[in-house]
Nanobody, 124 residues
Framework: QVQLLETGGGLVQTGSSLRLSCTASDRTFSTYGMGWFRQAPGKEREFVAQ????????TYADSMRGRFTISRDYGKVTTYLQMNNLKPEDTAVYYC?????????????????WGQGTQVTVSS
């Protein structure tokens, strides 16, 4: 089974930027879409952004639009989440996911494969 690995998380101060990466273990892996979600302790998993793999069109949660940007490197089977002007409320584990039977949407159950997550902590 192909694995997804998120990297790039860390501890930063309010106003800082981070770029998260999510790479498939098999570069022949085929996906229709990739998404980013985040989850804080005791809270529901929250949609962040989605990218359609073939044409690169993107969708964002309203609260993320403008600060966060999703992108992809098609050849590396990698998706990125650029996060700017980070705030303490962005603190969460960030997960990437691949949609294998659809393009993926804001619902977590539309994705079929998930990474292990990377911790983002924003201190004030």
């Amino acid at each position: 089974q192909v694995q997804l690995l998120e990297t790039g998380g860390g501890l930063v101060q309010t106003g800082s930027s981070l770029r998260l990466s999510c790479t498939a273990s098999d570069r022949t892996f085929s996906t229709y879409g990739m998404g980013w979600f985040r989850q804080a302790p005791g809270k529901e998993r929250e949609f962040v952004a989605q990218i359609r793999w073939d044409i690169g069109s993107t969708t964002y949660a309203d609260s993320m639009r403008g600060r966060f940007t999703i992108s992809r490197d098609y050849g590396k089977v990698t998706t990125y989440l650029q996060m700017n002007n980070l705030k303490p409320e962005d603190t969460a584990v960030y997960y990437c996911a691949a949609a294998l039977t659809s393009f993926g949407d804001s619902n977590a159950d539309s994705y079929d494969l998930w990474g292990q997550g990377t911790q983002v902590t924003v201190s004030s």
